[in-house]
């Protein structure tokens, strides 16, 4: 793996300070910045889902000891297959990334790393990922590679389909799935409705994340729910987050009964109700800088619930 020996202080749109910026050793700084380790809402935001799917299982099935496992199995897995997902994303859209002011600057337009070597950095990530996978149970392995096609199809979305965030939702979601497989070993009503429910909070959030590059994507010709939404966008993503808010609060119903648990799980799911108002209240669609920290207050959104589903699945 050869990378350009001018390694530039920081990519654009990673915040400024990260410790990948500050610590990491300079040869070693492209692979983590391919793989998003400078940006880890995205390791959030895939892992999230994931522990509602844990919770739900607790609630219908009860707690067990290997539920620590598939947490951290979950936790792990984020992490690779999320650094596996953007070098991928990063591979497929190199020629549009050095076309747009704030990614640009990503390690494969910039000269840093190659495309072979980005290739085989995605290889390494996924096999990873996988040793992990084996550990969680047939069905859940199942689960895990189906969710290859999504994963697969989502950086060419935005080139045939105005809701590439759509897409976007249907791979980062998968999580609730595999996790409650991995638990009870099949598939049930509530861990679809809450993949449902975790679809439209992504199109809520990357709607809004979106708005950053809607002067660069219309140029372009890329496409989004942010440009097809326009100065609708806030009624739109209010739309999603009730729809989110919804398909969460039925799910966690379709899990069964929780006795003590309940309040629990019901105030998890009106902090996560509480939260999106509260960015929706805030969300100015010429702001690039809002829209940004809006995106990463996601990472709070997606722990109130599940942390709230964990802790009423033990009772």
């Known amino acids: 793996m050869q990378t350009?020996?001018?390694?530039?202080?920081?990519?654009?749109?990673?915040?400024?300070?990260?410790?990948?910026?500050?610590?990491?050793?300079?040869?070693?700084?492209?692979?983590?910045?391919?793989?998003?380790?400078?940006?880890?809402?995205?390791?959030?935001?895939?892992?999230?889902?994931?522990?509602?799917?844990?919770?739900?299982?607790?609630?219908?099935?009860?707690?067990?000891?290997?539920?620590?496992?598939?947490?951290?199995?979950?936790?792990?897995?984020?992490?690779?297959?999320?650094?596996?997902?953007?070098?991928?994303?990063?591979?497929?859209?190199?020629?549009?990334?050095?076309?747009?002011?704030?990614?640009?600057?990503?390690?494969?337009?910039?000269?840093?790393?190659?495309?072979?070597?980005?290739?085989?950095?995605?290889?390494?990530?996924?096999?990873?990922?996988?040793?992990?996978?084996?550990?969680l149970g047939g069905a859940a392995i199942v689960l895990g590679i189906a969710s290859l096609a999504l994963v697969g199809i989502y950086p060419f979305a935005k080139r045939f389909t105005w809701w590439p965030q759509l897409f976007l939702g249907l791979a980062f979601n998968w999580g609730v799935l595999l996790a409650w497989a991995a638990h009870t070993g099949n598939l049930a009503p509530a861990p679809v409705l809450a993949w449902l429910g975790g679809i439209c909070w992504t199109i809520f959030y990357d709607t809004i994340y979106a708005h950053q590059d809607i002067e660069d994507d219309a140029m372009i010709g890329v496409k989004s729910t942010a440009r097809l939404f326009g100065a609708d966008s806030p009624r739109w993503i209010a739309g999603f987050a009730a729809a989110a808010v919804v398909m969460l609060a039925v799910a966690v119903m379709a899990a069964g009964p929780m006795g003590a648990g309940a309040v629990l799980a019901g105030a998890g799911v009106l902090g996560f109700a509480a939260h999106l108002v509260w960015q929706l209240a805030r969300f100015t669609p010429d702001d690039n800088a809002s829209c940004l920290r809006l995106f990463r207050s996601n990472r709070d959104a997606g722990l109130i619930p599940a942390a709230a589903l964990v802790l009423a699945g033990l009772f």
């Not at 889902?49 to 607790?58: F, Q, S, Y």
């Not at 070098?87 to 495309?115: E, F, K």
């Open 4 to 135: 350009d020996s001018r390694t530039p202080a920081s990519v654009a749109d990673a915040p400024k300070g990260n410790w990948v910026d500050l610590y990491a050793p300079e040869r070693f700084r492209p692979w983590l910045r391919l793989s998003r380790v400078d940006r880890p809402i995205g390791i959030w935001l895939l892992l999230f889902p994931c522990w509602w799917g844990v919770g739900l299982a607790m609630i219908a099935d009860g707690a067990h000891w290997s539920d620590l496992w598939i947490m951290l199995a979950c936790a792990v897995g984020a992490f690779v297959m999320r650094g596996a997902g953007c070098t991928w994303n990063d591979i497929t859209d190199r020629d549009i990334d050095a076309q747009v002011a704030r990614t640009r600057s990503r390690p494969i337009p910039s000269g840093q790393v190659s495309v072979a070597g980005a290739v085989a950095w995605m290889v390494a990530q996924s096999l990873a990922g996988l040793a992990i996978l084996l550990t």
